[in-house]
């Protein structure tokens, strides 16, 4: 690994193939929490939560790209950064009200996102760099 290779520059990725990946994980983990006896509550609000932060980042993603458009910048900027809060509220409400919900919930949320993170730096990494 060289230095090079983080400071080379290299297309945004389509969010096509870490959507896909984290949702699997969503759609995979139902058996699995139907057959381990935890609660499908916690798999459905981590579901709703996830489809919910899709639905956001897709409307992020919508916003121009142009780098000389600061408004849309700071919008894709603050709206990243405030995806983590909508996902954590709900899930910390949850987790107070009902441990065993809000835990598996905030499980398979943190599973689902590590694997859509680890995907897309994959894809960012795997592209050709700019010229």
Known sequence: MSAGMFSTPRPVPSRLAPTIAS???VVLALPVFAVAGWPLAGW??????WAAAQAFAFVLTRLSSD??????AGMRGIGTTSR????GIPLIAVT???ESVG????????LAFTVEL?????????AEAKP
């Open 96 to 98: 107070v009200s009902d």
């Open 23 to 25: 949702g699997a994980v």
């Open 84 to 87: 983590g809060l909508l996902v």
């Open 44 to 49: 459905a609000l981590a579901a709703v939560l």
């Open 118 to 126: 680890a995907v897309g730096l994959v894809t960012y990494f795997a």
């Open 103 to 110: 835990i598996s919930a905030a499980a398979l949320y943190a």
């Open 67 to 72: 780098p000389d458009n600061l408004a849309a």
